[in-house]
Antibody, heavy 112, light 107 residues
Framework: EVQLVESGGGLIQPGGSLRLSCAAS????????MSWVRQAPGKGLEWVSV???????AFADSVKGRFIISRDNSKNTVYLQMNSLRAEDTAVYYC??????WGQGTLVTVSS | DIQMTQSPSSLSASVGDRVTITCRAS??????LNWYQQKPGKAPKLLIY???SLQSGVPSRFTGSGSGTDFTLTISSLQPEDFATYYC?????????FGQGTNLEIK
């Protein structure tokens, strides 16, 4: 069974850093493009970042230069390193394999 | 970047109704167009991929159509469990942008 489990969310002060993890099972992360999508409270879906099978990456303009996406094939896990966090980064962050399935999400709250 | 414009933003309908949601892209998505359903507090669920391919396990009352820049999601006969928010997304080129969502409510 394909499963994605996000972790690493929490309350962080503005300017801080956080690393989200997406542990995959039932498939190999290096065989699919993997994305992060976020949803601010009461808002729509916002695409954040992707890592392709070849290792290339892309980011939304809103996070470019602050976020880094990576994967560890030995752990079958995808990461989102989030630096210089802002209040507007507050959201539930979802990990997605290709176009689906999605993980259950992890909440990141940026607040002092 | 490809901009996705979804309409309507909200829709009231009754059980048994046929409903249509549209999504327009600012440039061709080469039919890399996906539809998702999201219920409150839950992760989005993939309904349709590649514009018209039904995801395994999704009821056949959901149909995706269109090509190029104009796409449609149709629900042929609304069921109580279909009241949710629906999003389109293009996965042709990064950023893989979403439409703003359509909130489907019970009339």
């Amino acid at each position: 069974e394909v499963q994605l489990v996000e972790s690493g969310g929490g309350l962080i002060q503005p300017g801080g850093s956080l690393r989200l993890s997406c542990a995959a099972s039932g498939f190999t992360v290096s065989s699919y493009y993997m994305s992060w999508v976020r949803q601010a409270p009461g808002k729509g879906l916002e695409w954040v970042s992707v890592i392709y099978t070849g290792g290339s990456t892309a980011f939304a303009d809103s996070v470019k230069g602050r976020f880094i996406i990576s994967r560890d094939n030995s752990k079958n896990t995808v990461y989102l390193q989030m630096n210089s966090l802002r209040a507007e980064d507050t959201a539930v962050y979802y990990c997605v394999r290709g176009v689906g399935p999605w993980g259950q999400g992890t909440l990141v709250t940026v607040s002092s | 970047d490809i901009q996705m414009t979804q309409s309507p933003s909200s829709l009231s309908a009754s059980v048994g109704d046929r409903v249509t949601i549209t999504c327009r892209a600012s440039q061709s998505t080469n039919n890399y167009l996906n539809w998702y359903q999201q219920k409150p507090g839950k992760a989005p669920k993939l309904l349709i991929y590649s514009a018209s391919s039904l995801q395994s396990g999704v009821p056949s009352r959901f149909t995706g159509s269109g090509s190029g820049t104009d796409f449609t999601l149709t629900i042929s006969s609304l069921q109580p469990e279909d009241f949710a928010t629906y999003y389109c997304q293009q996965s042709y080129s990064a950023p893989h942008t979403f439409g703003q969502g359509t909130n489907l409510e019970i009339k």
